[in-house]
């Protein structure tokens, strides 16, 4: 019997089904009602819901609530630190069924090839991950990356069936003003999905920028931003990532009217933070905590983000949609006890049959190497200085006096004043910038990494100039990653060989590295909870109000370099 035969056979029950889910309850997103019965699944698709079926393998969810698998409406998985493999198996039995992954961390190191592998990695995996074209290698000329990906380039891939659309627009000054190069990926995805990138974008600018046919955001950072944003027909994803944390001023927006136009998202989360709190799983408990109706939340975690991106297959259990599945003890503890990724249960056995993938990017990290005389800076002395906000990419900025020695601005653990430099990486000159920075509480020593939005060189941060260095250079040596030095050694490292990005160690492993470098970055006097994801977005000139390059110090506010 064929497929589609198959599938009405088992449906109108007669045939079994392949797999019968007997004894919980169907959380209807439609009406916020109760189902109460068996769900019937054949192949990758439910075929029946609430009627008595008999079934090949009857799985027992007595007592548990079945809900739609939940949906990552923007993530990078790259910043996840692990290959997208490797995510596969921390998340998806946690209920996460698909992901909407921007591979633009590694675009901007490898450029095409790295999409290539995106692609490829993507049809590899148990959950179902669709992928975003980047739009914005590099996300502005202020920068150096490893690669530029132009419109015809992206255009190439825009048919790949697991292709949705163009990622993030974060040029959106360049949007505005009519940029020629963004100007022509525009033309070449138009009536195809685009996805947003505008943070505290409002009025007639956001007008001109969604005139371009720009649909979604994820870097609302306030209720009034988001509402704006809402009303003008955006669709508005809530973020809680590892340093954007976004959930708790976004949640007063979300109602059961409000549900159909937001949706979830991570961005950027590590298996630490996934270990610790969880991911998606995370954001529903504590929205659901917050007040938030346990309907609006659910369907903001499935149903909603696959509406906003076209994905008409999923986001109901109900017969003809996709078999993604999360059975929960509960929905306000959102703690999954068995998960369906496209009618496959996910479980050991499930991730040990999927293969592999080769890694790609190795020896990215062609940095030279630097001294401690590097690290000097002759900056004014009415200073500019990046001010750290935890929890959030937005930065301050700051103008401080600080005091010159032998030509030197140097950094003043007693001010929260710490030196901050990005290091070009990619082999193309190795240009270097440096500055200050508060916010880091350190004391001593210096922490490094080749994680760098967008362009991933190198950035470091420290108040001893030769450890610094040291630092930077073991960096060069590991292939990339993190490290964390203090009076002449290396207090703690995790290599991230691919691309100078994610690891090649199981996730376990990787959870237990950012134990190690998380103690030995508080050793130093670190008082941010997520350093290294924290130094990462320094070094990114498309999020107010300060930030540093390998070229200089951005003013973001004017989109110029100071």
Not at 14 to 35: M, Q, S, T
Not at 145 to 150: F, I, Y
Not at 164 to 170: C, I, R, V
Request: net charge negative.
């Amino acid at each position: 019997m064929e497929a589609l035969e198959r599938r009405i056979a088992q449906g109108r029950g007669d045939a079994p089904a392949d797999l019968v889910l007997r004894g919980g309850r169907v959380f209807d997103l439609v009406a916020g009602e109760w189902i109460a019965g068996d769900v019937a699944v054949c192949g990758d698709m439910i075929v029946s819901v609430g009627a008595r079926c008999d079934g090949e393998v009857i799985l027992d969810v007595s007592d548990l609530v079945l809900v739609p698998g939940f949906i990552d409406a923007h993530l990078h998985i790259e910043s996840s630190l692990i290959t997208p493999l490797e995510f596969d198996r921390c998340v998806a039995p946690r209920g996460v069924t698909t992901a909407i992954w921007d591979p633009h961390e590694i675009a901007n190191v490898l450029g095409a090839e790295g999409l290539a592998w995106a692609l490829e990695t993507s049809g590899r995996t148990l959950m179902d991950i669709r992928v975003m074209l980047s739009s914005c290698v590099p996300s502005t000329e202020m920068e150096t990356s490893g690669a530029r990906l132009d419109a015809e380039a992206l255009a190439a891939l825009a048919d790949h069936p697991r292709a949705l659309g163009l990622a993030e627009f974060m040029n959106y000054p360049g949007v505005i003003h009519r940029d020629p190069g963004c100007m022509a990926k525009l033309r070449a995805f138009a009536g195809r999905h685009i996805d947003g990138h505008a943070p505290m974008l409002t009025g007639r600018d956001l007008d001109a920028y969604l005139a371009a046919g720009v649909r979604t955001e994820h870097e609302a950072t306030s209720a009034a931003e988001g509402a704006e944003k809402m009303r003008k027909g955006m669709r508005v994803f809530i973020r809680e990532g590892s340093v954007s944390k976004d959930l708790h001023a976004l949640a007063p927006l979300l109602t059961e009217r409000t549900s159909p136009f937001m949706a979830l998202c991570t961005d950027d989360r590590n298996p630490l933070d996934i270990a610790e709190s969880g991911h998606l799983d995370h954001s529903i408990r504590t929205l659901i905590a917050l007040g938030c109706p346990p309907l609006a939340v659910y369907r903001a975690a499935s149903l909603s983000a696959a509406e906003a991106f076209g994905l008409k297959d999923r986001g109901l259990i109900a017969p003809g949609r996709r078999a993604d599945i999360a059975a929960l003890d509960s929905l306000e503890s959102c703690r999954a006890q068995a998960v369906l990724c496209g009618g496959a249960r996910a479980d050991a056995a499930a991730f040990a049959a999927r293969g592999t993938v080769a890694p790609v990017g190795r020896g990215s990290v062609k940095a030279r190497r630097v001294s401690a005389e590097d690290f000097r800076w002759e900056g004014p002395a009415r200073a500019p200085v990046i001010g750290v906000i935890p929890g959030k990419i937005i930065t301050e900025h700051l103008i401080e006096d600080v005091e010159t020695l032998a030509g030197d601005r140097r950094p003043d653990p007693s001010r929260d004043l710490m030196r901050i430099g990005v290091i070009e990486r990619h082999g193309k000159g190795g240009g270097m910038a440096c500055g200050l920075v508060r916010g880091f509480g350190m004391t001593r020593g210096a922490i490094a990494s080749t994680v760098s939005h967008d362009h991933h060189n190198i950035a470091v941060v420290g108040a001893d100039y030769a450890d610094m260095a040291q630092a930077a250079n073991r960096l060069g040596e590991i292939e990339g990653g993190f490290a964390v030095v203090a009076g002449g050694g290396v207090l703690a490292e995790l290599a991230l060989p691919v691309a100078g990005l994610m690891s090649l160690q199981p996730f376990e492993a990787v959870r237990a590295a950012l134990v190690d470098l998380r103690r030995a970055a508080a050793s130093l006097g670190v008082t941010l909870e997520e350093p290294f994801l924290q130094l990462a977005f320094l070094a990114l000139p498309v999020i107010p109000h300060l930030k540093i390059t390998d070229r200089g110090l951005v003013d973001v506010d004017r989109f110029a370099l100071i």
